[in-house]
């Protein structure tokens, strides 16, 4: 599988969290903020290995403004910041 880096985000659901991967817009959940990771690793994993055997796998990333570093890792968009704004 190739190697990648994504940024996690974490929210509350009533009694669930939610793991986001904003780039690559994959989410999943869990009972806990722990069990959430390891659930949206799972499924960025899975995203991943289905669009390399599709052979749409570089093309989604690039499309995502991520960057293959020196050594073939890809890296994703620098997250700056999140905020809760109001209107």
Known sequence: MVAIDFDILIFKEDETYVAYCPELD????????????????TAVRLFVEEAE?????????VESRY???????????????TEAISL
């Open 67 to 81: 960057k293959k570093d020196a050594s073939g890792r890809w890296i994703p968009p620098k997250l700056i910041s």
């Open 26 to 41: 994959v989410s999943s959940c869990g009972n806990t903020v722990e069990h959430a990771k390891e659930m949206l690793k």
């Open 53 to 61: 055997k599709m052979g749409t796998l570089e093309d989604i990333l």
